[in-house]
């Protein structure tokens, strides 16, 4: 287990005060707080810095911690002395339903509280709790409709009262036509309820992988499609990939670099369906030989044209 | 470790979808008093808000929990937070304006 310099990810001197350890933590869980974070790490950050707060804000924690940190350097090997923990009584009290997320080093120190608090309501007297999951898909199993897999821990009560993490596959459809950030509600499929209580539901919310070709907006697909200035300028008949296969898209004689063209009901699945979009890219021919350049130079001069007459006026 | 493998079908939440004030209430774990406050916040629109009891289409559930995530994490109020989603939708748009565009100017 790798040492965790708490002071270090929130960026603050080791003497520093609660209000400055209050402000560093807001800066950085604003920046890296997933629901409004660009950042591709922002919910291992997040995690981090939350984790950092949680021991640092806590004036019982902190001194604990920087007894146990002196002389220990951040990224060292390190398992607490045997004696850790004894006169220290950790009240808890933080978190929130993240806190179960922190990592093997927080626990080895101040135990499996979040953890447990977490799971507890789940085996509670009434109602099951909901539980929410989040899958990740492709753009084709949308267009299809699909059967994935999903796993997902549940924590279960053993006979003696401790809390384990049990695996659980479950299969999903996945219905076409699924847009980014829909759910899908699986009717008692969360936490069991309590004696005679209906079991919660289980919410799962759909993601995208980024595609190779096709970039989505709501039900519309994108697609960028290279065409040469020929096809541009004399009009042509390509194939163009689509979800649901190779279609014939004609380019209008005079098309433009940028030109967006319309494959109606060619994207996503629904009520209506969602359009293709193919964005022309003309690419330019690069002239390799004499007689490519003489090419060019014939076509300068057999058709003179000023495209940035607009800008003389 | 015990492994069940079942296939579900499960019901999508799209707009067509409508959900309980009860309903969205357990699936953000939280009293009816939080949603209702999101509601004179504006945060969240019932499908009809004179007409009782509330429904909500299915994409509320995304915006209350995201709503509950905000404030749990970074203390910011209903009324901040209607903002903060509200900023976040238009930046969404811009930025899926912004990939369209990018590649007539590459």
């Known amino acids: 287990m790798k040492f965790k310099d708490y002071y270090e990810i929130l960026g603050v001197s080791k003497d520093a005060t609660e209000g400055e350890i209050k402000r560093a933590y807001r800066k950085l869980a604003r920046k890296y707080h997933p629901d409004v974070s660009k950042e591709s790490d922002a919910e291992a950050r997040f995690k981090e810095v939350g984790e950092a707060y949680a021991v640092l804000k806590d004036p019982e924690k902190r001194v604990a911690y920087d007894q146990l940190g002196s002389g220990v350097h951040p990224g060292e090997d390190f398992t607490p002395p045997p004696d850790w923990g004894a006169g220290f009584e950790f ?150 990939p689509t979800l649901g296969g190779k279609v014939d898209l004609k380019i209008p004689r005079g098309a433009k670099s940028g030109q967006k063209l319309r494959l109606r009901g060619r994207g996503l699945p629904g009520k209506p369906a969602g359009d293709q979009y193919v964005v022309l890219e003309m690419v330019t021919p690069e002239p390799r030989t004499a007689e490519d350049e003489a090419l060019f130079r014939k076509m300068a001069e057999q058709m003179p044209l000023n495209p940035r007459a607009v800008l003389e006026a | 470790m015990s492994t069940q493998l079942t296939v579900l079908a499960g019901v999508l939440l799209d707009e067509n979808a409508e959900l309980s004030l009860e309903d969205l209430c357990r699936a953000c774990g939280v009293e009816r008093m939080v949603l209702v406050e999101m509601v004179q916040e504006g945060l969240l629109e019932p499908v009809d808000v004179r007409l009782a009891p509330w429904r909500f289409q299915g994409d509320a559930l995304r915006r209350a929990r995201t709503a509950l995530r905000l404030r749990r994490d970074l203390e910011v109020n209903f009324a901040g937070i209607a903002m903060i989603l509200d900023l976040l939708d238009e930046i969404d748009d811009l930025e899926t304006r912004l990939r369209r565009l990018e590649g007539r100017f590459e």
């Not at chain 1, 309590?194 to 595609?211: K, N, R, S, T, W």
């Open chain 1, 91 to 240: 009240s808890g009290g933080f978190g929130g339903d993240g806190a179960e997320q922190f990592s093997d080093f927080f626990e080895s120190l101040f135990g499996g509280g979040g953890r447990r608090r977490s799971a507890g309501p789940g085996f509670h007297q009434g109602p099951g709790r909901d539980h929410h999951a989040k899958i990740l898909i492709s753009l084709e199993d949308s267009y299809q409709g699909a059967t994935r897999t999903i796993t997902l821990q549940v924590p279960t009560l053993t006979p003696d009262g401790h809390v384990q993490t049990r695996q659980r596959t479950l299969n999903v459809t996945i219905p076409k036509g699924i847009r980014e950030g829909q759910v899908i509600r699986l009717a008692g499929q969360g936490a069991p309820g309590g004696a005679g209580q209906p079991a919660g539901d289980l919410y799962i919310e759909v993601a995208f992988q980024p595609h190779r070709l096709y970039r989505v907006d709501g039900r519309d697909i994108y697609l960028d499609l290279p065409i040469t200035p020929w096809e541009a300028a004399l009009g042509a008949k390509v194939k163009v």
